[in-house]
């Protein structure tokens, strides 16, 4: 969210308390982000930042003149109330097209505030003697509203995927990389012309709307050809875009908290974009470059063999259980779809007091956001210390007796090691052939998962489908255990 804004003729004139003010809310953002880095600092992170926020408002507010207090309340009101609904009416399964959706907006706010300034310059104080867009500012809010405006088209089309309102898998377009380097490079070619027009001949302002037309297409390029299993990782890195956004406006504006806040989103989408490459072995240019998952050959649509596989019952899967010394559970997307984390949590207590040791593996893309399982293991109270993610568990597999899959299946495919024409070639799965008893829960055999790739798992010996709803199936292995 963009915070509200003073005036680039006001920055010169901001009191000292007020940059003090904006210093201390830049040191609580911080320590939100690193708060957040953990489940058990999560809360406080996120206290640190609505304080934060509220100080960076309430100083904005006071030291403002662009708008009336009256008008301003309207706007906070509105936006509050549609908010507030928006989030108590928002399942916890289409989180990931909410924040999508949020993004689209931080960036759509960023090229409408390029565009006031633009068209009423002297109201911004960015003019000079003669009237005319300072040079500095000429960059700054070519920069900003192409970024914002790429944030916006961008997110737009991830919503639209994530959705299903659009098909999660690459789509192609012939010469696409030359397509976005040519788009790229008039983006940047127009914003150094504009920077040195003179400003003053008719008709100039056309560069500007060609910046922001071409940043609107490229915006729209750079997804398209992202496959629906890499999802979390546009999401992570539209989120750096649309705080590069905020903070090139916060430069025009002379707003320092919006420089703050903006660059802190930027930096730290960027960083958590690189580690979620690394974690997937995919290369971070790539992602920038819109072209990340999109060489390989898919096979979603085409038809797959029919071949053999076990199928088992609750009473079966609850047996075995039972039986066993050592389980690692891998939640998915399909946990969240039937909502069976609270269930899920119910069986692991009652595993544990069997005796049996419960851990819980989650992969850096699991679901369709970075953090989703964790959030939802986090919403059913399951302890912190039994979380674990892929580099830290994924050697006990050979140790386990079972492992129990419940909504994944992209994050367990063998086909990411072994086959090289697989769109999820390269990116590191769990070790799940490696247990001695494999459970898999899903809803058919119908399914292939998000990317559209068949499962070896599926087939294994050790493995035992159990096709049903899974909070369904999860309460019959607990009743089963009781």
Known sequence: MLPLLASGADAAATPAWAMLAYLASGVLFILA???????????????????????????????????TLPEIGIAILLGGIIGFTIAR??????????????HSLVGLAAVLVALAAFLDPGAFGIVDAAGQILLVS?????????????????????????????????????????????TLAAILGLTALYAVSPMGGAGEGWMFWAILAAAFIIGFLLIIPIGGADMPVVVSML??????????????????????????????????SYIMCKA??????????????????????????????????????????????RVIIIPGYGMAVAQAQHVLREMADVLKEKGVEVKYAIHPVAGRMPGHMNVLLAEANVPYDEVFELEDINSEFAQADVAFIIGANDVVNPAAKTDKTSPIYGMPVFDVDKAKQVFFIKRSMGG?????????????DQTMMLLSDAKKMVEEIVKNLD
């Open 33 to 67: 982000l690193r708060g957040l880095s953990s489940p058990q600092t999560s809360r406080a992170g996120n206290r640190y930042g609505m304080i934060g926020m509220l100080i960076a408002v309430v100083t904005t507010l006071v030291t403002h003149s662009i708008a």
């Open 89 to 102: 009416r928002i399942a916890m399964t289409d989180m990931p097209q909410l924040v999508a959706a949020f």
């Open 138 to 182: 000429r960059v700054e809010l070519a920069l900003g509203a192409a970024i914002g405006a790429i944030t916006f088209s961008g997110s737009v089309i991830a919503f639209a995927k994530l959705n299903g309102n659009m098909s999660g898998t690459p789509i192609l377009l012939p010469a696409r990389h030359i397509i976005n380097l040519g």
């Open 239 to 272: 989120n750096s875009y649309s705080g590069w956004a905020a903070a090139a406006m916060g430069f025009t504006l002379g707003n320092t908290a919006m420089i703050i806040t903006g660059a802190l989103v930027g930096a730290s989408g960027a960083i958590l």
């Open 280 to 325: 997937m072995n995919r290369s971070f240019i790539s992602v920038i470059a819109g072209g990340f998952g999109a060489e390989a050959a898919s096979t979603d649509g085409a038809p797959r063999e029919q071949r053999p596989y076990k199928q088992g019952s609750a009473a079966d899967a609850a047996f075995m259980l039972e039986q066993a010394e």
């Open 448 to 460: 292939a998962g998000y990317a559209g790739v068949d499962n070896e798992v599926f087939y294994m």
